[in-house]
Antibody, heavy 114, light 107 residues
Framework: DGQLVESGGDLVQSGGSLRVSCMGS????????MNWVRQAPGKGLEWVAS????????YYGDSVKGRFTISRDNGKNSLYLEMNSLRVEETAVYYC???????WGQGTLVTVSS | EVVLTQSPATLSLSPGERATLSCRAS??????LSWYQQKTGQPPRLLIS???KRATGTPARFSGSGSGTDFTLTISGLEPEDFAVYYCQQRSSWPITFGQGTRLEIK
């Protein structure tokens, strides 16, 4: 069975930048809309961003618009989330999810310190 | 933005009982409503999409109903592994939104 594997989570200072990645293993993501969803510790799910198959359409949640950028490299079967001007309250597990939110990765933890 | 309100926040039931979870949308989402189950330390798992279509692998005891603004997830005959947090999600319009979750706990 295919899986999505996130990486890149780290401890970063408030105002800093970080890029997290998601790679398909045994699953081709190039033919799918892809998504990022985050979950702060002990909190609910928050949709962050989505991108279409060829990267020509991108959508963002209001809280991250202008600071986060979703992108993909279909040749590398990978999805990315570039995060700038990070805030303490954006400490969360960041999940990538595939088309129709059927397949999810295990998540990568981003911690933003003050 | 479509706001999804789930109720109750916490539901305490015993194995074998029937669980009824509600999700109300601030605007009509037609049938573009999904349900997810999440257990501690795990990613969410899609249970129901299109308001009533069970995802592959979802047991038949899970059923979804509703359209427009009012939706229900019913679990008939709770199994021990069903105790978890459940989220609804709409993808009718951008931004995609989730409800705040219902925690289903063992009574």
């Amino acid at each position: 069975d295919g899986q999505l594997v996130e990486s890149g989570g780290d401890l970063v200072q408030s105002g800093g930048s970080l890029r997290v990645s998601c790679m398909g293993s045994g699953v081709t993501i190039s033919s799918q809309w892809m998504n990022w969803v985050r979950q702060a510790p002990g909190k609910g799910l928050e949709w962050v961003a989505s991108i279409n198959e060829d990267g020509s359409e991108k959508y963002y949640g209001d809280s991250v618009k202008g600071r986060f950028t979703i992108s993909r490299d279909n040749g590398k079967n990978s999805l990315y989330l570039e995060m700038n001007s990070l805030r303490v309250e954006e400490t969360a597990v960041y999940y990538c999810a595939g088309m129709e939110f059927i397949l999810w990765g295990q998540g990568t933890l981003v911690t933003v310190s003050s | 933005e479509v706001v999804l309100t789930q109720s109750p926040a916490t539901l305490s039931l015993s194995p074998g009982e029937r669980a009824t979870l509600s999700c109300r949308a601030s605007h009509s989402v037609s049938a573009s409503l999904s349900w997810y189950q999440q257990k501690t330390g795990q990613p969410p798992r899609l249970l129901i999409s299109g308001a009533s279509k069970r995802a592959t692998g979802t047991p038949a005891r899970f059923s979804g109903s509703g359209s427009g603004t009012d939706f229900t997830l019913t679990i008939s005959g709770l199994e021990p592994e069903d105790f978890a947090v459940y989220y609804c999600q709409q993808r009718s319009s951008w931004p995609i939104t989730f409800g705040q979750g219902t925690r289903l706990e063992i009574k």
